[in-house]
Nanobody, 123 residues
Framework: QVQLVESGGGLVQAGGSLRLSCAAS????????MGWYRQAPGKQRELVAA???????NYADSVKGRFTTSRDNAKNAVYLQMNSLKPEDTAVYYC?????????????????WGQGTLVTVSS
């Protein structure tokens, strides 16, 4: 009922920048928190950044000052601007949304995930 589609991943040299985008679509009534997680090879998935519907943000210590998340509520979209990228930022980045969906006339909460987009930072 809800699809999250990410874009913007790729290969970049250390010190470079990338901007990830994620758009949600489907039977959406409202979206509360949206965020970005990442999973590097052999490691657990970790929270990178999150943003509430009101615009409050939260970041992992490892990305503070380098990454910025924002959202466009009208487009059900969330973004992640990544600057000063480091090789240790290499991972698959996943979009996540806390969504209220309309299902058979009723509303229910859904924890939705995108398919992931690969970010590779070369040294």
């Amino acid at each position: 009922q809800v699809q999250l589609v990410e874009s913007g991943g790729g290969l970049v040299q250390a010190g470079g920048s990338l901007r990830l985008s994620c758009a949600a679509s489907g039977s959406i009534f409202s979206i509360n928190a949206m965020g970005w997680y990442r999973q590097a090879p052999g490691k657990q998935r970790e929270l990178v950044a999150a943003i509430t519907s009101g615009g409050s943000t939260n970041y992992a210590d490892s990305v503070k000052g380098r990454f910025t998340t924002s959202r466009d509520n009208a487009k059900n979209a969330v973004y992640l601007q990544m600057n000063s990228l480091k090789p240790e930022d290499t991972a698959v980045y996943y979009c996540n949304s806390d969504v209220l969906v309309v299902d058979s006339g009723a509303m229910r909460a859904l924890d939705a995930w995108g398919q992931g987009t690969l970010v590779t930072v070369s040294s």
